[in-house]
């Protein structure tokens, strides 16, 4: 059984930062697409980061968060400095073993998802 598990979610104040951590089990993702998708109150998920040959953000992320993986610990992150209440969200972590179909960036493309975590950045 595959399993997605987010950590490292909190409270924090605008301005700092924050390292989510998906630890994957039962699969490889090796050599498949990790991401990380978010959803705020009222709103639709939408995407954040992912990573499969290289890295691909939403520009909302640009230049603020860092998505890595480490392939040993099937394990992927999402570094996020610079942090806005507007980044308040529910994150959730997704994964998939297909091959690429240019569908990296959508829900859609991923086929496990983690339980999300809370990040919640106060003004």
């Known amino acids: 059984q595959v399993q997605l598990v987010e950590s490292g979610g909190g409270l924090v104040q605008a301005g700092g930062s924050l390292r989510l951590s998906c630890a994957a089990s039962?699969?490889?993702?090796?050599?498949?697409?990790m991401g990380w998708f978010r959803q705020a109150p009222g709103k639709e998920r939408e995407f954040v980061a992912k990573i499969r040959y290289s890295a691909v953000y939403a520009d909302s992320a640009k230049g603020r968060f860092t998505i890595s993986r480490d392939n040993a610990k099937n394990t992927v992150y999402l570094q996020m400095n610079s942090l806005k209440p507007e980044d308040t969200a529910v994150y959730y972590c997704a994964a998939t073993d297909r091959y690429y179909t240019g569908t990296d960036n959508l829900m859609r493309g991923y086929n496990y998802w983690g339980q999300g975590t809370q990040v919640t950045v106060s003004s």
């Open positions: 039962g699969r490889t993702f090796s050599t498949g697409a």
